[in-house]
């Protein structure tokens, strides 16, 4: 596709259930962000990928958070034993290289809601 | 700690005004600084700001640089009501690491 594809784009789910996000970069794009936002609050880093680069992880807010991303395309964000504070907007954006003056483009996102 | 500060937080305008959003940045290694416009989910680009004093445009909007004093400002002009949205500032770091710092946003209503 032309942009960035983010899947389910809504997702209601029991409290202590795991759930996987899916994002589909733009062909081509080397750098794969994952974002949050919380009602009220501003885009959280979550994780970077950069090529076959190890992954930057320093964002995810907890163990029960991790990430992949395979042959270095799609990319797969899961939340196992999900609680109600994980309620949020999860936003996938990818560029072509990172720090090399290129912009990010954004998914639609997934909207998580942990009931 | 990293940090991006937008200012004002809320602000409702009617059509037709002027409007001026601020943001500031504390951040180490700094490369460029970005702007988005967010309606609903998913952010739009709006500029990226890399070199200081240097001002670009786009129709209404323009937004400038200032890397002395660490802040940028984006200008809308003759607003509308389509430009009723959340615009979020970034700052990145260079060196392809850690990606970007973002503000909390500035919600702006344009109302007819």
């Known amino acids: 596709g032309a942009g960035v594809s983010q899947s389910p784009s809504n997702k209601v789910t029991e409290k202590g259930k795991d759930v996987e996000l899916r994002c589909d970069p733009i062909?081509?794009?080397?750098?794969l962000y994952w974002y949050r936002q919380s009602l009220g609050q501003g885009l959280e880093f979550l994780i970077y990928?950069?090529?076959?680069?190890?992954p930057d992880k320093s964002g995810l807010p907890s163990d029960r958070f991790s990430a992949e991303r395979t042959g270095g395309s799609v990319s797969t964000l899961t939340i196992q034993r999900t609680q109600q504070e994980d309620s949020a907007v999860y936003l996938c954006?990818?560029?072509?290289?990172w720090g090399g003056g290129t912009e990010a483009f954004f998914g639609q996102g997934t909207r998580l809601t942990v009931v | 700690e990293d940090k991006v500060v937008q200012s004002p937080l809320s602000l409702v305008v009617h059509e037709g005004d002027t409007v001026t959003l601020n943001c500031s940045y504390e951040?180490?290694?700094?490369?460029?600084l970005l702007w988005y416009k967010q309606e609903k989910k998913a952010p739009t680009f709006l500029f990226m700001l890399?070199?200081?004093?240097i001002e670009k445009k786009s129709g209404r909007l323009s937004s400038i640089l200032d890397k002395k004093e660490l802040f940028s400002i984006l200008n809308i002009t003759a607003t509308q009501t389509g430009d009723s949205a959340v615009y979020l500032c970034?700052?990145?770091?260079?060196?392809?690491?850690?990606?970007?710092?973002f503000g909390k946003g500035t919600h702006l209503i344009i109302q007819p």
């Open positions: 954006a990818s560029s072509l290289v």
């Open positions: 890399t070199s200081s004093g």
């Open positions: 970034a700052a990145l770091k260079g060196g392809g690491a850690d990606g970007l710092t």
């Open positions: 990928f950069q090529g076959n680069s190890a």
């Open positions: 062909s081509g794009h080397t750098a």
């Open positions: 951040v180490t290694n700094f490369r460029s």
